[in-house]
């Protein structure tokens, strides 16, 4: 009979995907050198964002030991405040020499600075992203700052980065090779000095979004310098999103693919209705002799209910736009698009229907990656049904991963939609903000029989009343792989449940996250929390992270 350690190593790997990387470790690591060989040479990717204390120990333990084998590394704030110091304050991001790809979630500002300033010493790390929606706390200098730390990081096999928003490009110089970003920008003419520090980027993803500063003006559009013929000649996809009412003219983006001879696909994304213009089109992109794929969407209200969206449509029968869809939405908006809805997510706000929305759409179900339902008013049961039918019309239940489901103080969501609709997706993140106090949305008061949502990991409830035992306990029954719970509330006292007990009975949460909006007596609180000092928690002004 062969003994374990006399197997081959492509049995050994087939026999670890049954396991949790922490569990491999744990479990056969050091029992020889050929099984530790093959662990660190083959299990290379690790993603700290949810993980046990336990099982990041064991991550950190050989993360110190065996940086150099390390090919992929994901690091993020999002369910923990100070992770990603945690893992800064036990290795070194620079000693990861093999490192290929980088991501970092929510960082502070000396975090990103920090791990920036390690890039130079990651020769072989191809793609980087640094995100946090903390940026808007940052100024101006301080996004400069750390951009051009990126950019001038003289890491030559950098080719794809993802980096804020940033106010000025006046400063930005560039040494590295950058072939795909992905930026954000104030306004239009920092792309044309974007162009001039990076000219031969291939792939380009940009966002225009209005100042949080300074009011958008047409001085903050792109400015046309007829005297500067730069071109960029090796882009050859381009995305340029304006995420603001006021677009740009034709003659821009004109200007802008003309200088583009090389372009090969174009998304263009904005809510401006006046280019909304098929033939305008046309004879812009017919000078791309290289165009294969434009892709075009544009979100916008109607005047009035009754607006004939089949005179926009007309515009685009043309020869290079045949395939537009249109998508009208029950907020008095609609979405003209190209083939299939280039964008990963959709916002819709519901109201009491005047008409039969489903009539107008002429496109299949969207595939979406998450979706943001805002109901403001409900009421009749035949709303339900039509209002579930047009989401059933509307949005593909195949891909959607998160939803976001708020409803106003003044709006009674029905216990069966809710379930009906939580039932057609397969959700892995949720968050839930109702008026009422629904924790047993999941059980059937005629049968007692209860629906599981087992799908979801990320759990976030937005709720104004106070929490009991019974009430936290019914609610988190439905979800039972949930990893990571958040609760908003009026007020720290609004949990009135024991946290320790809770966590112990559900050994599946990794993350329990409370965040409050008043202040309370913290020590009053803690009084009455049994066994609270036992849990490995964070605290800070008006949120407490539990971590399990």
């Known amino acids: ?39 660190n040479e083959n299990l290379v990717s690790y993603d700290l964002s949810i993980v046990s204390r336990q099982k990041f120990n ?19 704030n999002e369910f923990h ?9 036990q290795f070194e991001i620079k000693n990861c020499t093999h490192l290929h790809s980088l991501t970092i979630n929510e960082p502070t500002f000396i975090q990103s600075k920090t791990i920036i300033r390690n890039l130079p010493y990651l020769k072989q790390l191809a793609y980087l992203s640094i995100y946090s929606k903390k940026y808007d706390d940052y100024d101006d200098e301080k996004l400069l ?5 990126i950019l001038n990081s003289r890491n030559y096999s950098l080719k794809h980065i993802i980096v804020p928003y940033i106010g000025s490009m006046d400063n930005i110089f560039t040494t590295a090779i950058v072939e795909d970003l992905t930026i954000g920008l104030y306004n239009l003419d920092q792309l044309r000095k974007l162009f001039y520090h990076i000219p031969h980027i291939k792939r380009l993803n940009v966002t225009i979004v209005k ?3 300074s009011f958008w003006t047409d001085q903050d559009l792109l400015l046309i310098p007829e005297s500067n013929l730069w071109t960029v000649p090796d882009l050859i996809y381009l995305k340029l999103t304006v995420e603001n009412n006021k677009s740009i003219t034709f003659e821009q983006i004109d200007f802008l693919l003309k200088r583009l001879p090389s372009l090969e696909h174009f998304l263009f994304g904005c809510h401006d209705q006046k280019l909304i213009n098929g033939k305008q089109w046309e004879q812009i ?44 939405l029950p907020c008095n908006s609609v979405i003209i698009f190209t083939k299939s809805y280039p964008q990963s997510h959709l916002e819709i706000t519901w109201n009491q229907l005047q008409k039969d929305l489903t009539q107008e759409n002429s496109n299949a179900p969207l595939l979406l990656d998450a979706f943001q339902l805002n109901i403001n008013s409900i009421s009749p049961s035949l709303e339900y049904y039509k209002f579930q039918y047009y989401l059933c019309q509307t949005i593909s239940t195949s891909n959607v991963k998160q939803l ?42 005629r049968t007692h029989s209860r629906c599981y949502i087992n799908s979801v990991h990320y759990l976030t409830w937005k709720h104004k009343h106070p929490i009991t035992e019974h009430n936290i306990h019914d609610f988190l029954a439905s979800f039972q792989n949930v990893k990571s719970v958040t609760l908003h509330l009026e007020k720290l006292n609004n949990v009135q449940f024991n946290i320790a007990k809770l966590l112990s ?8 996250n409370i965040h409050w909006n008043y202040e309370n007596d913290w020590n009053l609180w803690l009084e009455n929390q049994l066994h609270f000092d036992q849990l490995f928690y964070e605290k800070t002004n008006n949120s407490i992270c539990i971590w399990t």
């Open 1 to 39: 009979m062969t003994k374990f350690v006399h197997l081959s190593n492509d049995i050994y790997l087939h026999l670890f995907k049954y396991f949790e990387l922490a569990d491999i470790f744990s479990i056969f690591y050091d029992i020889n050198i050929n099984i530790n060989s093959v662990i």
């Open 58 to 76: 064991y991550y950190i333990r050989h993360l110190s030991s065996n940086p150099q084998y390390i090919y992929s590394l994901t690091i993020s």
């Open 81 to 89: 405040n100070d992770l990603i110091q945690l893992c800064l304050n």
């Open 145 to 149: 700052d750390c951009v051009n730390l």
């Open 211 to 213: 100042h949080r500063n």
């Open 285 to 328: 992109l017919s000078s791309l002799v290289s165009l294969t794929n434009f892709d075009f969407y544009c979100r916008f209200p109607l005047e009035n209910d009754n607006y004939d969206i089949k005179k926009l449509l007309f515009s685009f029968e043309t020869k290079f736009c045949v395939e537009f869809n249109c998508l009208r």
């Open 404 to 445: 976001y489901l708020y409803c106003s103080n003044t709006c009674k969501i029905s216990k069966i939609f809710l379930l009906n609709l939580l039932s057609m997706y397969n959700i892995q993140t949720l968050t839930l903000s109702l008026p009422q106090l629904m924790t047993t949305v999941f059980t059937s008061a």
């Open 505 to 512: 009975e559900k050994p599946h949460i990794i993350f329990f």
